[in-house]
Each structure stands twice: as C-alpha cells, then as structure tokens.
C-alpha cells in the first residue's frame, strides 16, 4: 500500500508561481517513478510532469514553466509551477505504483 497526500493548492494570479508537494508513505521508495497529472474543470485528466530517478519528462504545455524534482529523505516530490496561465487551473495529482492522491486545487486568474 502507498499513500500519497498532495498540498499546497490555492489561488494564483496569472505570471506567478507556486509550489506543490506530495508526501508519500507506505511501500514506496526512492526509485519509484513519480507522477503528476491535473484535470482542468469540465476536462479529462492529464499527465504534467514524471520523475524516474534522474530524468525527468513534461508534457509540452508545462515544459520551460514547470520543474518536478524529489526529496527522497522526505518522500516527497514537488513541482514548481512558474509564469502560470489560467489554462493551468486544474486539480492536481500525484501518482505512483498505481495508487493516487486526493487532488489539490490550483486556480490561476487571469
């Protein structure tokens, strides 16, 4: 069983940056891939960014914008949402081994 807890949703005006976490436990370690995903309102879901030890992969919309990056000691991956559009309005996932989290909300106002 893994269990993964995202934080750090909330409002944002459009050009800025946030951050979010996602803190995993359970039957996880340090080389397992990470996932983010978000599903804008009235959308299906989407893959945003992966991290598989070293490498790491966006999806074209976020590339240059976003950064994923791990904390192994505290089992939590991050990304670093910068210069935000309102189309990055969505509920944002983190996923791994199949299991997901609950999903926090990023609006972005434009």
């Known amino acids: 069983q893994v269990q993964l807890v995202e934080s750090g949703g909330g409002l944002v005006q459009a050009g800025g940056a946030w951050i979010l976490s996602c803190a995993a436990s359970?039957?996880?370690?340090?080389?397992?891939?990470m996932v983010w995903y978000r599903q804008p309102p009235g959308k299906q879901r989407e893959l945003v960014a992966i991290?598989?030890?070293?490498?790491?992969h966006y999806v074209d919309s976020v590339k240059g914008r976003f950064t994923i990056s791990r904390d192994n000691a505290k089992k939590t991956v991050y990304l670093q949402m910068d210069s935000l559009k309102p189309e990055d309005t969505a509920v944002y996932y983190c996923?791994?081994?199949?299991?997901w989290g609950q999903g926090t909300l990023v609006t972005v106002s434009s």
């Open positions: 996923t791994s081994q199949g299991f």
């Open positions: 359970g039957s996880i370690c340090n080389s397992n891939t």
């Open positions: 991290i598989n030890g070293g490498a790491t």
